[in-house]
């Protein structure tokens, strides 16, 4: 075992890469099933070994093939891309388990093998994002992810999937363009790929007007991919008429990831570098964050299809992610960090509920679940759950994130006052939207209530995963030591490079 | 001088905002792909064009050619890979465009939106 250990980063991309031609193969949609699910274990497996590495030792380098960098490529984790592995690997496999009850509503049998490659691609992706050092393999690795992320969504039954996958598809090629653009600006000035030697060699550069210019379309392409707004029109509905299962996967880790790669490269390549940088990004990113924050709120409350709803709700909770982040300080990256963390488990859990709400009610609108929380107790509960943890009440992971997003604003002298109003208005529209579906499926009564006797609880095959993803909300909520202590130690990291 | 003398930007930036502009205003899906392909393309050229040295040849190496000038071969590797990736895109976006005509029978974004918008109405 332990001869393994250094390669775990490499592992990490190298288990899915691998496993997805291998599901294809498979005779049965059962067996791709069980690889896929066998391969996005391991990599959970392998994560949670990195997290334990990385909090024995400090940053983990793996260079590619023995070839030192800044000549070869180097692969490396830090707490940053250790915690969130964690939400990337953990999503992808609770889907995973979920998947098959749910699969068999929306995906033709014969398809299946396919989608589940397509999903491994979307894996190995998504962690290569992660473990690289390189900002050109960041670029393949998210187009990778990207191309299976459209492929998933557009797997939905529903035939306007086909419209909200173009969009993604035009608007997602066009964000991951402008980062090459941005890239190709850098190599220019510094003739590096690898993002240390790139913070290093552009201190020797005399002209930083390109730098400027190719932060901006680094920024604004990870902006689009990342669904920040008002770049998020493609988001809410993608993550709509995809099937249940890649919402959950998607919602809980895909805009999260181009967050991280907005967030890492800003501060280790630019921030110590360009004069002023920590305002420009904060004056950028805080207007379009608090804008996020009320706006998506406001549609979420007037939105009666039930997916819709959440993917709104998404919206405004990267609203909350960047506006930890655009704060620019220790407390503020660590509030970002975690939110990242416990959005996902709160908004997996949400999706996972829908899913199993899905297999009873044909469609996931408000009108269609009048009362069915009393034929299915704890597929609601499961909602309830996590919506309490999407509004931040205490004892959910939910609050663990506002609270330190609360006490990062309050460093922030004139403008605390109104942030912290911005977050608990935000709060308090997330009760109302989420307290609407809650009290029609408990108290609904009159036209659409739910009276056929052919509604009944979800399977246990699908129940299971949806309530430890449950009771992760609950765990998170009352002993958040784990991501608490990563996120501080990547806030660390990334005020480090500050100028 | 120095402005025209920068000319092979010029046409990347040229491509690059033609491209841009089929994929905003164009609503016919197949043009909005090539608009995005074109955007690419200029891409493509910027990272080409960035690794030329004048008078610079292929990067081989032999104990005659030590004295050569050569271009940069590593942006030449790269937009390999972009365009690897930009094929990709384009021939999915396609796949996307047929079963978009198969379900809806036009290609014609307003139609697919007018048609879309109807079905929300009916479903509510």
Known sequence: ?499 | MEFLGLYNYWIAVVLLMSGFYAVIAKRNLVKKLIGLSLFQAAVFLLYITMGKVEGGTAPIFTSASAEQIFSNPLPQVLILTAIVVGISTTALGLAIVVRTKEEYSTIEEDEIQQMDCQENVASE
């Not at chain 1, 473990?131 to 992320?149: G, H, K, P, W």
């Not at chain 1, 998020?232 to 008429?241: E, G, S």
């Not at chain 1, 620019?328 to 488990?345: I, K, R």
Request: charged share 10%.
């Open chain 1, 1 to 499: 075992m332990s001869s393994w250990t250094p390669h775990l980063p490499a592992l990490q991309v190298v288990v899915p890469l691998m496993t997805a031609p291998l599901a294809v193969l498979m005779p049965d949609r059962r067996l791709s099933w069980a690889l896929a699910t066998a391969a996005s274990l391991c990599a959970l497996a392998i994560a949670i070994v990195l997290v334990g590495e990385v909090r024995d030792q400090g940053n983990i380098v793996y260079e590619m093939g023995l070839w030192a960098p800044p000549y070869g490529i180097a692969l490396g984790v830090d707490a940053m891309s250790a915690l969130l592995l964690l939400v990337v690997t953990g999503a992808s496999s609770f889907a995973l388990l979920a998947a098959p009850t749910s699969l068999s509503h929306e995906v033709g049998h014969e398809r299946q093998s396919y989608f589940y490659a397509a999903w491994l691609l979307a894996l190995a992706g998504l962690s290569g994002i992660l473990v690289t050092a390189d900002a050109f393999n960041i670029f393949v690795f998210m187009e990778i992810s990207s191309l299976s992320a459209y492929i998933l969504i557009a797997g939905g039954p529903d035939r306007r999937a086909l419209p909200a996958v173009f969009k993604y598809l035009v608007m997602g090629t066009i964000g991951a363009t402008f980062y090459l653009i941005g890239v190709g600006l850098v190599y220019m000035m510094t003739g590096t790929l690898n993002l240390a030697d790139m913070e290093l060699r552009l201190a020797d550069v005399g002209d930083v007007k390109p730098i400027l210019v190719a932060a901006g379309f680094i920024t604004v392409g990870l902006a689009l991919k990342a669904a920040i707004f008002p770049l998020h029109v493609w988001l809410p509905n993608a993550y709509t008429f995809a099937p249940n299962v890649v919402t959950v996967f998607l919602a809980a880790c895909a805009t999260k990831i181009s967050i991280y790669v907005l967030i890492r490269f800003d501060f280790f390549v630019f921030q110590g570098n360009l004069t002023a940088h920590d305002w420009q990004f904060s004056y950028f990113l805080m207007p379009l964050a608090v804008l996020g924050i009320l706006v998506a709120s406001t549609v979420a409350i007037f939105e009666s299809n039930l997916k819709r709803l959440l993917a709104w709700s998404s919206v405004a909770q990267i609203g909350y992610i960047m506006l930890g982040a655009s704060l620019v300080s220790a407390a503020g990256l660590t509030a970002s960090m975690l939110h990242m963390f416990n959005h996902a488990l709160a908004k997996g859990t949400a999706f996972l509920a829908l899913s199993c709400l899905a297999l009873s009610v044909s469609r996931l609108d408000i009108k269609n679940i009048g009362g069915v929380a009393r034929r299915m107790p704890w597929t609601m509960a499961a909602f309830v759950v996590g919506g309490l943890s999407l509004i931040g009440v205490p004892g959910t992971a939910g609050f663990i994130s506002k609270w330190y997003l609360i006490s990062a604003t309050l460093d922030m002298g004139n403008l605390a006052p109104a942030l912290i109003a911005v977050i608990l208005l935000g709060s308090v529209m997330a009760v109302v939207y989420v307290w609407r579906v809650v009290e029609i499926a408990y108290f609904g009564q009159g036209a659409g209530t739910i009276t056929d006797d052919y509604i009944q609880e979800a399977p246990l095959a699908i129940l299971i995963p949806t309530w430890i993803a449950v009771l992760l909300n609950i765990w998170f909520g009352l002993t958040p030591a784990l991501p608490v202590e990563l996120s501080t130690s990547a806030a660390e990291l990334l005020m480090e490079h500050l100028r």
